[in-house]
Every structure is written in C-alpha cells, then in structure tokens.
C-alpha cells in the first residue's frame, strides 16, 4: 500500500521550515497534503500520530552493508531491517564489499538485493579507485549510469594527490560527491587509537589527530582547484572542523558529517581495552568532542552519519590491537541526536535537518522533505519513548556497540518508504 494518513502529529520539516500540528496525506508514494484541516478520505490507513514528531524520512550516508562477500557480518536485507529499524527510510552503502564496488555489475547486484529487501531505500557509493587500491581510477561513468550516489573509497584514503585530483575532476562531470576518509595513512600506519596520554597509559600505538587534519587541507586545496564537491567522512578532530568551516567562509563547495559516538565518547573509554571502543578514525579528546557539538550546531558539521560497521565475533572478540575497527549505529543514532536537543544544544528542527534534509542535500537525494510532491519517506518519532540498548534486540547481525545498557530516549514508532510502512513499534514505553 502506497496510499497512508498519518493523522494529528507535529509536522517538522526543516525544508521548508514548517513547525504545525497536522495531518500528512500520502497517495501513490508521493505526499500529496498537509496541515491542519484535512480529512482522511475514506478506505485509506490512518496511523495515529498523537504526541508524535512527522518527520521527512532518516537518510544515512555511511553505512556499510557488507554484502557481496561478507554475508556472515550484515547482509543488505538485515541492513536494512535494522536501518528501518532506527527511523532510516534510506541508507548510503559504503564500497567495501567483496568484491568491492568498483563496476557497474556490482552497483547493479546492490540495487536488485535492496529492491528485493524492500525496506529502507540503498543508495550506493562506488570506489574511487580499481579495487580500493589507490592506484587507477574505477570506471566511474559506468557506476554512475548504474546508479552510485558518490564516490569514495572509504576507509582507504586516497593518498596519490593527482589521483585524486583526477576524481573530483571526473566527480565534477558525472555530478557525483567526492567522499573522502580522511586519514595520512604514513602518520596513522599501524595505529589503533587516538595519539595521546590515553595511548600511552594504555601502551597502544596511537593515531594522531594530524593524519586526519593534513588530509582535509590538502583535499581542500585540490576543490579550490577542480571546483567540485567534496565531502569529509566522519569527521573527528578540531582543527579538521576548523578548516571545513574556513573552507566554507570561502564559498567552497565542502561539507562534511559526523558519528553519534565522536559526538559523545572519547579515547578515555579505551582504556578498558574494551574493542567496541575501536573504530577509524578514533575515539579523540574532550576537546574533539565539544568541537564536534559546536561544528554540529552552528553549522559546520552538514548531517549525523552512523558509520554502521557490523563484525562477528570473531573480529571483535580478540586483543585491541587486532580487532577489527568499527562499531554498529543505525538503531541508536536518533536518540543520540534527540538527547542533544533536550541539552539544549540543538533544536528539534536542526537535529531533523541533520538526520534527514541535510544528508539529502549533500548527495543530492529523493527525500529530506515533506513538501506536497515530494517522494513519501517519512519517520514518526516518539521524542519521549524511554528504552535501554540490548544489542541482543538489534535487527542488524551486528552486535558491536559501546552503548550497552545505556537508557536512551526517542525512537521512531513508524518508518514509511515511499507511502509503506515497513517498520512499526509498539507505543508501550519499557
């Protein structure tokens, strides 16, 4: 079904900067009214949106689905259960697959597993370079008739200066996003946690937090000379949210995003050598953190991205030092964000623009709006739904989160993709 009323909720949309009581009409996947005297028409599904937030659908640009090739962690279908699950009606998957996504066949492959999957919508980015190695441009043109939404090579930075400056020249002509993990791989090699007293205590090697700094200048010098958009992956540090922010008092086309846990955690918590405090770029400082809340508010920081990295066991299960990075996010982001809006530090309308109509603008996607016309991805959110994280409960494979047993407030009640309900949680509070 296609067709949905979702009846006396408060209608967010910071597309348009609408802020009202009212109703949402949805026919043919598409919305098609708003506001506060409609009437549902007659055999169309109401849903009960009292005491609710509508909001346009949760867009996340960076998760990693796993599938082809490493089934066993996360596969498209469960990826994007757990996506619907946390109020995302589209997720942006990450190249490194395997194989990993660097032609149009397995561009292809990922749609056709998503269509099937009919959940959340996947919008794929392609590699930036053959096989992720950083060596010869990927066949870009033919990924982009396929249908990538960006390109990146994800968490191997594209260090060859004239390399990349060839993708964003090509990124430039297709109208393709630039997305780059910004890490000096000669300054991080072989680190596994940030650089600094934390790293020291602890006798692990350390990432500094100048191997993501120099790569996000450089980078910026390369779009002063292409001209084309360019995005930051989860950024960490405060010199590198300096020098986007610089980059945008110039009028340069740089954005960038950043993770719920760099917004609250810090390389303090690997101390305990626990491995779901390991992900790349690391946990950083008190001083990274509030930087990241203040890039995140006034505007610097564009959109919240998961970095949704689920593993096995047998990845995390191990020493620190030879677990694999990342850690699970799409069913924990949005309390995260809500519970910077009851800090005070966002408002409900910035922390929607950053989970929904932010993301959007920075690939150019459908959604992120509830304008009449626009595609039907909607969350309704719960602000006030009280539950604790039980990894256990998850409905992705992944169960790597540092926020264990943490009491969280805020969840989405329904997730709708394209005017079908595809996820709904019970309104009972735990």
């Given at each position: 079904?296609?067709d949905?009323?979702?009846q006396?909720?408060?209608?967010?949309?910071?597309?348009s900067?609408?802020?009202?009581?009212?109703?949402?009409l949805?026919?043919?996947g598409?919305?098609e009214?708003?506001?506060?005297?409609l009437?549902p028409p007659e055999?169309?599904?109401v849903l009960?949106?009292?005491?609710l937030?509508i909001?346009p659908?949760l867009?996340?640009l960076h998760?990693?689905l796993r599938?082809p090739g490493q089934e066993?962690?996360?596969?498209?279908e469960?990826?994007?259960?757990?996506?619907?699950?946390?109020g995302?009606?589209?997720v942006?998957?990450?190249p490194?697959?395997t194989p990993p996504n660097?032609?149009r066949?397995v561009?292809?492959y990922?749609?056709?597993?998503?269509q099937i999957?009919?959940?959340a919508?996947?919008?794929?980015?392609?590699?930036?370079s053959e096989?992720?190695?950083?060596?010869?441009l990927?066949?870009?043109?033919?990924?982009a008739?396929?249908?990538i939404?960006a390109?990146t090579?994800?968490?191997?930075?594209?260090?060859?200066?004239?390399?990349?400056?060839r993708?964003?020249?090509?990124?430039r002509?297709?109208?393709?996003?630039?997305c780059q993990?910004?890490?000096?791989?000669c300054?991080?090699?072989?680190?596994?946690?940030n650089?600094?007293?934390?790293?020291?205590?602890?006798?692990?090697r350390?990432?500094?937090a100048?191997a993501?700094?120099t790569m996000v200048e450089r980078?910026i010098?390369?779009?002063?000379?292409?001209?084309?958009?360019y995005?930051?992956?989860?950024?960490?540090?405060?010199s590198?949210?300096?020098?986007?922010?610089q980059?945008?008092?110039r009028?340069?086309?740089?954005t960038c995003?950043?993770?719920p846990?760099?917004?609250y955690?810090?390389?303090?918590?690997c101390?305990?050598?626990?491995?779901s405090t390991?992900m790349?770029?690391p946990l950083?400082?008190d001083?990274?953190?509030?930087?990241?809340?203040?890039g995140?508010?006034?505007g610097?920081?564009d959109?919240?991205?998961?970095?949704h990295?689920p593993?096995?066991?047998?990845e995390k299960?191990?020493e620190?030092?030879?677990?694999?990075?990342?850690i699970?996010?799409?069913?924990t982001?949005?309390?995260?964000v809500?519970?910077l809006v009851q800090d005070g530090l966002l408002?409900?309308?910035?922390?929607i623009?950053r989970?929904?109509?932010g993301?959007?603008r920075i690939?150019?996607?459908?959604?992120g709006s509830?304008?009449?016309?626009?595609?039907?991805d909607?969350?309704?959110?719960?602000?006030e739904?009280?539950?604790q994280v039980d990894?256990e409960?998850?409905?992705?494979?992944g169960?790597n989160?540092?926020?264990t047993?943490?009491?969280?407030?805020?969840r989405a009640i329904f997730?709708?993709?394209?005017?079908?309900?595809?996820h709904?949680?019970e309104r009972?509070?735990s």
């Open positions: 079904m296609t949905l009323y979702l006396r909720g408060r209608l967010i949309d910071p597309s900067g609408l802020d009202q009581e009212g109703d949402l949805i026919r043919e598409r919305i009214a708003l506001g506060p005297d009437t055999g169309i599904r009960d949106a009292r005491d937030w909001t659908g867009i996340d998760v990693h599938e066993y962690k996360e596969t498209i469960s990826g994007c259960r757990s996506a619907a699950a946390g995302f009606t589209a942006c998957s990450m490194n697959t660097d032609s066949a561009t292809e990922i749609l056709r597993q998503a999957a009919n959940s919508r996947v919008y794929p980015l392609g590699a930036i096989g992720q190695k950083g060596e010869r990927a066949e870009i043109g033919e990924m008739e396929a249908g939404c390109l090579d994800d968490g191997f930075p594209v260090m060859d200066a004239l390399l990349m400056r993708a964003l020249e090509y990124g002509t297709f109208g393709l996003t630039l993990h910004a890490e000096d791989s300054l991080s090699k072989g680190g596994v946690m650089e600094g007293i934390h790293s020291t205590r602890a006798g692990l350390g990432i500094p100048a993501e700094t980078d010098r390369l779009v002063e000379l292409t001209g084309a958009h995005h930051v992956a989860h950024i960490s540090t405060s590198a949210v300096e020098a986007v922010r980059a945008k008092a009028g340069l086309p740089v995003e950043v993770t846990h760099h917004l955690l810090t390389d303090h918590r101390l305990t050598y626990d491995t390991k790349n770029p950083r400082t001083e990274d953190v509030e930087a990241m809340r203040v995140l508010a006034d610097t920081i959109a919240v991205a998961t970095d990295a593993h096995s066991s047998i299960d191990i620190f030092e030879d677990a694999a990075f990342g699970v996010g799409l069913e982001a949005l309390p995260l809500l519970n408002t409900e309308m910035q922390a623009d989970l929904s109509t993301p959007a690939y150019q996607l459908p959604g509830l304008q009449i016309g626009s595609v039907a909607v969350t309704v959110i719960d602000p739904y009280r539950w990894p409960a998850f409905e992705s494979k169960r989160t540092p926020f047993g943490w009491n969280m407030t805020g997730t709708v993709v394209g005017g079908q309900v595809v709904e949680q009972t509070t």
